[in-house]
């Protein structure tokens, strides 16, 4: 399970490009500093808010102007220490988006290089250019919505805190000191890094589960039945008029067919019989022959949808082709489950193949009326880049 949540990070970040892997680090760095601050705000700045009230009730010229300015010292210093980080927190939540718009520049510009080097305008190999635009313009803005919030609500603690001391409503017995309140700085920075580690980490599967949502939603298909057309070419017969009308010679009277029923049917067919006479009552032919069963519900399974698989951008980068051989199981309901690689041409394109063929849909095959599950069936998935 863990290894299947790095593996998606993984391709997550492949898939935006270098400008995501640069996006990840800014969040993360962000992330460092608000878990800091909140840390700070449960220890090392309770225990400094609780001796500065208790040195001021200790002070027995608690009116005296030189005590006011002590005090009004003291909180100004604490306030600081308090918010200090605030401001990068800030900044670094609208840098977010910035550089999502500078991913968006950058798979635009993956994108003209493709069609210059392929000289085409194919979708299936501007694929890796456009998910590098859209993923990182979404990560930038999910990354600047996470650090918003928590850097308004750092700074509207430090205000009320700020508030609270000059209007004299906080005193000594008031400020509760955790079980944290001794945690050492060092300690507390390996604490919020960590933390951080796995916010990031969480918002990127979120995103790649956002993203894998909506293509499910999109390649559903409600069940339905398909008729298929063929079209025949139209011949075409270019007829001369002459000028002298033929003749039209009398046809030779048709021979006389007679029409024997037959009686013993088989049930489920239909039987056609006929007896042939010549001219001078030569001998009798008889024709049967069995057309068909009908009815009968039972069937193989189709295919109703097969979804392109993205082709990766390293191998089109590369200019790689190859192929991957999957078997999977088609269930009741059509879907398709257990996808495995069985051989590949280059390990690059198996994830992309098998992302693909799980998207499938088929009419399931149906043996006595019902849908049975179909295991072993065998697909080949092969890359080729248009000329």
Request: hydrophobic letters at 50%.
């Amino acid at each position: 399970m863990l290894y299947e949540i790095f593996d998606t990070i993984r391709e997550f970040l492949d898939r935006g490009g270098q400008v995501m892997v640069v996006l990840g680090w800014v969040v993360f760095i962000m992330w460092t500093l608000i878990l800091e601050r909140l840390i700070f705000m449960r220890t090392e700045n309770r225990v400094r808010l609780k001796a500065l009230l208790a040195a001021r009730e200790a002070r027995e010229d608690q009116d005296s102007w030189h005590a006011r300015a002590i005090y009004d010292c003291v909180v100004s210093q604490l306030s600081m220490r308090f918010e200090a980080g605030i401001q990068l927190i800030r900044a670094l939540a609208r840098l977010c988006p910035l550089f999502g718009l500078m991913g968006t520049v950058t798979g635009m510009i993956v994108i003209f290089e493709v069609m210059a080097w392929t000289g085409s305008s194919s979708p299936r190999a501007m694929s890796a250019g456009v998910a590098q635009a859209t993923l990182t313009t979404m990560a930038g803005m999910v990354g600047a919505l996470s650090g918003i919030f928590p850097a308004a609500l750092l700074n509207r603690l430090a205000h009320d805190q700020r508030d609270a001391l000059q209007m004299h409503r906080l005193t000594a017995d008031g400020v509760a000191l955790s079980s944290m309140a001794g945690l050492p700085k060092t300690l507390r920075w390996l604490v919020a890094p960590t933390a951080a580690l796995f916010v990031t980490m969480g918002l990127l599967f979120m995103m790649q589960t956002l993203i894998e949502t909506g293509e499910a939603a999109i390649q559903k298909v409600a069940a339905a039945e398909y008729v298929e057309f063929i079209r025949v070419p139209r011949e075409e017969r270019v007829e001369q008029r002459s000028e002298k009308p033929q003749k039209i010679m009398p046809e030779a009277a048709p021979e006389m067919l007679d029409m024997r029923a037959v009686t013993d049917q088989e049930a489920g067919a239909i039987v056609i019989g006929q007896s042939l006479s010549g001219p001078a009552g030569g001998e009798q032919i008889n024709l049967a022959g069995l057309i068909g069963d009908f009815g009968s519900p039972d069937g193989e399974f189709l295919p109703v949808v097969r979804v392109l698989p993205i082709y990766p951008r390293r191998a089109q980068l590369q200019g790689l082709e190859g192929w991957v051989m999957v078997e999977f199981t088609i269930t009741e309901s059509g879907t398709v489950k257990d996808v495995k690689v069985l051989e590949s041409s280059h390990a690059v394109f198996e994830g992309s193949a098998v992302r693909a063929v799980g998207k499938f849909k088929y009419r399931p095959r149906i043996v006595n009326g019902r849908p049975v599950p179909v295991t072993g069936v065998i697909h080949k998935v092969t890359y080729e880049i248009e000329e």
